[in-house]
C-alpha cells in the first residue's frame, strides 16, 4: 500500500482529491446497505469491516486533503 500511495500522491490534483474520497463514500454506504441486509454473526462481523472502513476514510480524507493543500 505504501508503493501505491506515494505513486498516488505524486500526482495528486483537487480533481483525483474528491474522485477518490467519493469512491471511498460510495463504498462505505454500499457495504451499510449490505450490512443492513444481514443477521446475526454475519451482521456483526460486517459491522466491524464497516467501522474500519469508515475510520480508514476519514484518515484518507485527511491526508489527501493534507497532499491537495501541499500541491498548492
Same mark, same amino acid.
Given at each position: 500500500m505504501t @508503493?501505491?500511495?506515494d505513486n498516488r500522491f505524486s500526482s495528486v490534483d483537487t480533481l483525483s482529491v474528491?474522485?477518490?474520497? !467519493?469512491c471511498w463514500s460510495i463504498l462505505v454506504k454500499k457495504l451499510q446497505e449490505r450490512i443492513?441486509? !444481514? @443477521?446475526g454473526?454475519?451482521? !456483526?462481523?460486517?459491522? +466491524? %469491516? +464497516? %467501522?474500519?472502513?469508515?475510520?480508514?476514510?476519514?484518515?484518507l480524507n485527511?491526508?489527501?486533503v493534507a497532499m491537495a493543500e501541499i500541491k498548492r
Open positions: @508503493t501505491y500511495c474528491v474522485l477518490d474520497i !467519493l443492513n441486509s !444481514l @443477521t454473526e454475519e451482521k !456483526l462481523e460486517a459491522d +466491524r %469491516l +464497516r %467501522l474500519c472502513m469508515t475510520e480508514s476514510c476519514k484518515e485527511k491526508t489527501m
